[in-house]
Nanobody, 125 residues
Framework: QVQLVESGGGLVQAGGSLRLSCTASGRAFSDYAVGWFRQAPGNERETVAAISGPAYSTYYADSVKGRFTISRDNAKKTVYLQMNSLRPEDTAVYYC??????????????????WGQGTQVTVSS
């Protein structure tokens, strides 16, 4: 397993941008698919985006397509989530998670075993 730490959350006005980072410790990070998930109060955890280990495949929720971009730098053991055109409904705690899938990709939270502690994103109207 890997250990994950998220950073980059904060308060931003609607229409603004944030970049979240998920930095891993451990070996063979390029074998791990990584997903970004979010959970708002009273809501279930939902998938935002995911990327395969070699970055050959990505997945985006419909609600963020065209606004968010997931990418990774395996040399730095870091996955990024660039969030543009933020909306108040994007407000949530954002989590990253990793699962060793080789070239595979998963986008269901139950498919991931290693989770970070979360970072708060608040978008004001």
């Amino acid at each position: 397993q890997v250990q994950l730490v998220e950073s980059g959350g904060g308060l931003v006005q609607a229409g603004g941008s944030l970049r979240l980072s998920c930095t891993a410790s451990g070996r063979a990070f390029s074998d791990y698919a990584v997903g970004w998930f979010r959970q708002a109060p009273g809501n279930e955890r939902e998938t935002v985006a995911a990327i395969s280990g070699p970055a050959y495949s990505t997945y985006y929720a419909d609600s963020v397509k065209g606004r968010f971009t997931i990418s990774r730098d395996n040399a730095k053991k870091t996955v990024y989530l660039q969030m543009n055109s933020l909306r108040p409904e994007d407000t949530a705690v954002y989590y990253c998670a990793a699962e060793r899938l080789g070239y595979g990709l998963a986008f269901n939270p139950v498919d991931y075993d290693s989770w970070g502690q979360g970072t708060q994103v608040t978008v004001s109207s």
